[in-house]
């Protein structure tokens, strides 16, 4: 069964870090680019971070410096490491594969930053 099911999520003060977790199944995942995308309420899902299957990686320039992507091919887990957690980086985090044909999205994990 293909799956994606992500994990790492919480309630952060601004400035903190999170590490999200992102175990997938049923694929070849090592051959495949992977990302992290995030929706905010009322706002359209967007691509953070991505990483190709030889560990080339791109960032949004909203999150560049600050964010960290990085995969285990073994293990079939991408990660997302967040650090100087900004209110506006408050979202429902998914990953998915990216510049190609998506799989079902897993249920995502939610980031939310306040004081």
């Known amino acids: 069964q293909v799956q994606l099911v992500e994990s790492g999520g919480g309630l952060v003060q601004p400035g903190g870090s999170l590490r999200l977790s992102c175990a997938a199944s049923?694929?070849?995942?090592?051959?495949?680019?992977m990302g992290w995308y995030r929706q905010a309420p009322g706002l359209q899902r967007e691509l953070v971070a991505d990483?190709?299957?030889?560990?080339?990686?791109n960032y949004a320039n909203s999150v560049k410096g600050r964010f960290t992507i990085s995969r285990d091919n073994a293990k079939k887990i991408v990660y997302l490491q967040m650090n100087s957690l900004k209110s506006e980086d408050t979202a429902v985090y998914y990953c998915?594969?990216?510049?190609?044909?998506?799989?079902?999205w897993g249920q995502g994990t939610q980031v939310t930053v306040s004081s």
């Open positions: 990483i190709t299957s030889g560990g080339s990686t």
């Open positions: 998915n594969r990216v510049r190609t044909v998506p799989i079902p």
């Open positions: 049923g694929y070849i995942f090592s051959i495949y680019a």
